[in-house]
C-alpha cells in the first residue's frame, strides 16, 4: 500500500467545494467521496479535565519495585502487560488485572522459544486479549494468549523493527504493523525528521507472512522541520486497517484505507491553535542544542546540527494512540511545567572512543501528557490530562495505563479512569 492518492487527497480538499452531508449533524459534510468532521473551536479549545487515578501498582507481588519499565500495553479486560528491563532476576513481561493485582509472568529472558531479550515500546494488546511481542535482539515477533501461552512467532529480518518509536502497533485482528527501513541511511549527514522519514510500516501476520507495505507520505509542511520541534508530517497505522496522516501544525488529520477500502476517507478539522515555546523552555533546548552540536553531532556522528535557535511557536499535535474500541487519541503540545526533580537524573555521557563528557544541559521543562479522543467516525469526545510524571500512556476502554516517576525516580503503574469517554461511540 502507498500513501499517494492519501495526500493527493488531501492536498485537493482546497479545490474541491463543500457539499452538504445527508446526515443531519451539523458537524459534519462531504467534499468528494469524503466525510468531513469539523469541531467547533469552542469544544476543541475548552477546559481540559484530568485523567483520575483509580489503582497504583508499585511493584509485584513479592514486594520488589520495578527496576526499569521500558513498554506498557493497556489489555482490552483493563489489565496491562508491561516490560520491567530490569526486574530482579533479569528482563521480564508481567500482566496485572484491572484492580493491579498481579496474576502472571509471561515467558522469561533467554533466545529458546516464547523467549526475550529485549523490549522497548514493543509491547501491544490485541482485541482478543492476545499480546504481541517484538522483540529487537532475537529479531522476531511472539504472540502470546490471554494465558500467557506461546501461540505464534515469526522471525523478523533486519529491515524490520527498527528506527524511531513507534516501532510496533497493534493491526487488523491477526497482524501487526511494524517499523520498516524503506531507504538506506544517507552517506552525508542528515536531520532528526529526514531520519524518521526513511521508515515506514510493514503490516505482517502472526505467522510472519508480510501482507502490506506501507511507505512515508509526502510531506505536507512547506517548510522542511530542522529539528523535532518544527511542524512535520505525522502518519499511522492504526487497529482498524486505516492510516492517520495530517501536518502537525494543524488539526487536519486525514484517515483512510487502502485502495478499494469498503470504507469511505474520513478528515478530522478544527480551528488551529499554536501555543508558544516559553522563555524557560527555549533557554534549555538553546542550551541543548549548543551542547549536542559540540559534543555529540560530530562528522563521524551522522547527524546535522541543529539548529542555533528553537522555534517560537509549538505544533499542534505530536503523536497518535488508539484504544480497543477505535478511538483516537491525538496527543497535543500542552503547556510546559517544571519537571520533577525525580524526572531529572541522567546518566554520565560517554565520549566516542571512552572518556566522560562534560555535564550535559537537563530539560527541566516538560509538558505534561494532553491528548484529544476521538470516535472511529471522527465524534470528538474531549481532551485529558495527565500528570507530568506520566512518561508512557496506553489506552483501553474508559481507562488508561500509565508509568509514573515518583518522588524517589522509581518506575510506578497507574491506572486513570478518562472523564466522560468510557463510552462507545
Known sequence: MTLRSMITTLFLFSLVPTVAAQTPRPDRSMRGDTTVVTIPAGRLWGPQRAAVEVVRVGGTRDGEPFGMITAVAALPDGGVVIFDAKG?????????????????????????????????????????????????????????????????TAVLSDRIGYGLPPQFLPGPAGSYYARLETTPRPRTPITDP??????????????????????????????????????????????????????????????????????????????????????EERAVFRAIWAYSNKYRRGPNSGQSPLPTEPPALKPVFRDFGTDHEGKIFLQLHSTAVRAPASMLEMAPVMREGGGQMPPAPRLEYLEPPLFAAFGPDGTYFGAVLFPVNAVKVSFT?????????????????????????GRKP
Open 88 to 152: 530482579v532476576n533479569g528482563a521480564v513481561a508481567w500482566v496485572f488485572d484491572a484492580n493491579g493485582q498481579h496474576e502472571r509472568r509471561i515467558g522469561r529472558q533467554g533466545a529458546g522459544p516464547g523467549e526475550y531479550r529485549f523490549c522497548s515500546d514493543c509491547l501491544v494488546s490485541n482485541a482478543d486479549g492476545s499480546i504481541g511481542f517484538l522483540d529487537h535482539d532475537n529479531r522476531r515477533i511472539m504472540t502470546y494468549d490471554g494465558r500467557g501461552v506461546l501461540r505464534n
Open 194 to 279: 529526514q531520519e524518521y522519514d526513511r521508515f515506514g510500516f510493514v503490516q505482517i501476520s502472526e505467522q510472519g507472512t508480510i501482507l502490506d507495505t506501507l511507505r512515508p507520505p509526502r510531506s505536507l509542511v512547506a517548510v522542511p522541520a530542522r529539528s523535532l520541534l518544527e511542524p512535520r508530517t505525522l502518519w499511522y497505522p492504526l487497529r482498524d486497517g486505516r492510516v492517520a496522516v495530517g501536518a502537525s501544525d494543524q488539526l487536519h488529520i486525514l484517515l483512510d484505507g487502502p485502495r478499494k477500502s469498503p470504507r469511505s476517507p474520513l478528515l478530522i478539522e478544527g480551528t488551529t491553535r499554536r501555543i508558544p515555546y516559553s522563555s
Open 397 to 421: 476502554a474508559g481507562f488508561a495505563w500509565g508509568l509514573l516517576k515518583d518522588a524517589d525516580g522509581q518506575d510506578v503503574l497507574v491506572k486513570y479512569a478518562l472523564p466522560d469517554m
